[in-house]
């Protein structure tokens, strides 16, 4: 037995309106076009019909808004740059009178001429006379070998003069300041083979012992001796 009756055909879906998905989209991408595109898709809809109100509304809204806040920050941007050059300007006119001002305020006057002075000269450390003589003995060098020295102290002034002679090298000694018993000087190479193994701008310190037999050298360089005066 044959069924009766014809079957109905299932009701096709209602399409998504297009431009209610292009207004959601644009509306986080070109603002005013999800809202231009919004409009559209609520009309189509009142008119034929279809899905997407929902999307059509909220690019709408958010498109809208966000337009807003665009529009916003552009006026915000107008004013900071037209209050910034209002004051660059200002700043710029008062410096100009300011120095125009000044300018006027401030007598012409005759260029000075200065006259040149001659350099001083090195004022000389005076060496007390317990110290002058030839001093002789042995140094021991910081990382060289013992070594016989001479310091001879001129008693006509000037810089006193230095010889190791296991270090085949002689040098000065320039007196920097002298009290009591302790002279102190800078110590200078001047020629020989052992120029590394010499002081060379250090600093050292000679001290006489309290009856003036003993001279102490104690150099920055290292060195260090017990010295005593040669017999004239």
Excluded at 10 to 37: K, R
Excluded at 136 to 159: F, K, L, N, Q
Excluded at 173 to 187: D, F, K, N, Q, Y
Aim: charged letters at 10%; a positive charge; one cysteine or more.
């Amino acid at each position: 037995m044959g069924e009766s009756g014809t079957r109905s055909s299932p009701t096709p879906p209602t399409p998504t309106n297009q431009f209610a998905i292009l207004s959601l989209v644009f509306a986080f991408v070109v603002a005013p076009l999800g809202i231009i595109f919004g409009v559209i898709a609520r009309k189509q809809i009142r008119s034929h019909g279809g899905n997407g109100q929902g999307m059509a509304t909220a690019g709408l809204v958010i498109g809208s808004i966000l337009t807003g806040l665009g529009v916003l920050l552009v006026v915000v941007q107008i004013v900071a740059l037209a209050s910034l050059t209002s004051a660059v300007s200002s700043a710029s006119r008062s410096g100009a009178y300011d120095v125009t001002a000044t300018a006027a305020q401030v007598p012409a006057t005759a260029p000075r001429t200065v006259a040149a002075q001659a350099p001083r000269a090195a004022s000389r450390v005076a060496v007390p006379a317990e110290f002058h003589g030839t001093w002789t003995g042995t140094a021991t060098h910081s990382g060289y070998r013992r070594s016989a020295v001479s310091i001879v102290v001129s008693p006509t002034g000037g810089d006193l003069s230095y010889r190791f002679t296991e270090l085949s090298c002689t040098g000065t000694m320039r007196p920097s300041s002298a009290s009591g018993s302790r002279l102190t000087v800078t110590e200078t190479y001047v020629a020989g083979t052992g120029q590394t193994a010499c002081p060379n701008g250090s600093t050292a310190t000679l001290t006489l012992s309290s009856d003036g037999s003993v001279l102490s050298y104690t150099s920055r360089s290292g060195a260090t001796a017990e010295l005593t005066k040669a017999t004239p």
